[in-house]
């Protein structure tokens, strides 16, 4: 049974159902009343509740009081997120979910008002959370202050400050030969320039066969002035160096006892290997009529090299496997100028242009080899000398955005923009350029159904019209045409409320998809095709409750619906095509949810607590492979006395091992749950 899966790459849009520009904002677990915190992604600063979409902000202080170090566990409390670790890329990264769909570049991730990843895929593992002073997430299409979009979901790291005077040092060590070391500090000012540095070294293990990543990171920031009135530069590089897991094929309609839990049937000595960096540059200043003029500009360079394999025949025949040699190369340019104009008659506009030009090349081969299912030995393989094939992208995103918010009344916002898109693409030498031009843009209002001081109920609701080219992922077969774009049409609506120590935020979508790429797989190696229509539907409910001034609690739980409404599929190889219509999609659980509990006090006893369920999900197009629904619990405890913190932190300790992403290049197989894992950390913060 060939198991696929959908693909939504994300990146050119429109903000979410909220005008193009109106931000989104920051959102806390505590009681109202803090001032807000802006939020960079959308330039002007906004508090969650203020703003006509599902938005929260996790702060850097949450991250430390629950030992997040990975998305993984910082996203483990977000509503409607489920983050899955591991993937085709390697386990140092993982797989979102937003709104139902479950895709590695389903969403927009941004890192310091940058596209990380640019026009092409989400540079997910190459993300550091040392330093962060917080996490942006919006579910639904991306603002339209980036050329590129997301169509479900956007992340948004933010790093402090390069003012931020604050030394932090941390060690940790635990499961598997995992350790690491991490330092923050503020470096020796020069003249009015301010400057800020973090480094750290991680190496992870895991409980699977031969499988581990070590990562090496530092980041540099400097800033001269302040506000309105500021210049800035960054520089960031991260190296990243990977032994993969194999992930666990599906035999008839469940995952297959044949091979062994934590088998891995790579060839000795197989790397994915990472090394990108990334400088970028800045100004605000003030411009005629009051208004604010910010700019900027990012250049990427990366190499990605791999040598890997997966299984193809679940036997111990000759040949039972298939593996490829790849290495691709990247650059990638992003630029944005735009500005603000004060608010007059109670109306803010903004306006811009901005920039997005990729371009990459890959070289590989591919070949046969034998591996034992048993899966104790690594199969000795001689790595290809002649790479004869490859795979070539130039991408370049241009647009120009505007948008507005009008405030009639203290109680109602209006909100509404417009982006004017051009994308031209080529793939290969001699293929010609694709060009499109299409304009996306959205609206949106917030109405307060009762306001008392900073209590209130206050109902919200948003269009949005998103557009993009297709995906493209370097696969060794994919110079063979460029695909339709892809397009949504997406509503969402619901309340705000907020009362004494209660925060809740719930919503309802609705989105209709078309052209959503979906993978497939063609001579062991993996090919995109456009699926149709797809339909994405659901709810989601969080809510905040500060107990005590140290004690805060969350819970969530999100309903989705994603299926296929048009799309015919050869999903035996034999050019019969199957009507998967009516079809949910794979992976998709109906049910999320979660909740947590954080005791953290300045000093003394720190005592963290939070449980994930994952609903039951297909495992197939043809929904004949239903997985069980599962549940994962964390836990830590520590103490801080002065400026020292000692802390114990587990994850998964109930060691659940579940199905939780599939692979594009191991035909119907899936990477399961990272095991038990136990980390002892100390850290030094002043």
Known sequence: MAVSRPRSRALVSVFGGLAIAVPLAAQTPKPAGLPPIEVVATRIPKATHDVPASVEVITGADLTARGASTLHDALALAAGVSMAPGGDNGPATVIPEFWGLHEFDAFL?????????????????????????????????????????????????????????AVSYTAHGGSFGSGGASGDLALISTGAWKTRISGDFDRTGFKDDRTSFTQGHALLRTVKGEGDNRTWFSADVNIIRQNPASPHPVDGTELSTATPLDANYNPAGAYLNTDRFTVAAGLNRPAFGGANWASMVSFAKSTNNAFRGFLTDISNTANNAAGFKKGIELTDIYADSHIIWPTRSAVTFMTGADLLFANGEATGAVFEYTAALSGITAPVVAEPTVLNLDSENRRIFLG????????????????????????????????PTSTNTKIS?????????????????????NYRSTFKPAAFDFGLAENEGILKPETSNSYEGGLKIRSGRLDVEASAFHMDFNNLVTAGMVNNLPVLLNSGVTRFTGFEIAADVSLTRDVHARATYSYHDGKYVDFRKDLEGNGTLTQLAGKRIEMSAHNLASAGVTYAPASSLILVGSLNYVGSRYLDELNEALAPAFTTFDAGIGYRFGQIEVRLDGRNLGDRRDAVSPSEFGDAQYYRMTARTILLGFNVRR
């Open 109 to 165: 991730l941004v890192v310091d008002d940058i596209p990380w990843g640019g026009a092409l895929n989400p540079a997910l593992q190459s993300v550091s959370l040392r330093d962060v002073e917080r996490i942006e997430i919006l579910r639904g299409p991306a603002p339209v202050t980036y050329g590129a979009t997301s169509f479900v979901g956007v992340i948004h790291v933010v790093h402090k400050d390069a003012k931020n005077g």
């Open 400 to 431: 120009a955005y505007a948008s507005t918010e009008w405030r009639p009344t203290s109680r109602v916002s209006l909100t509404g923009g417009l982006r004017l898109n051009n994308t031209s693409e080529r793939r290969g030498e001699t293929s």
């Open 441 to 461: 843009g959205s609206i949106g209002g917030l109405f307060g159904l009762w306001e008392q001081g900073t209590d209130h109920v206050r109902l919200f609701g």
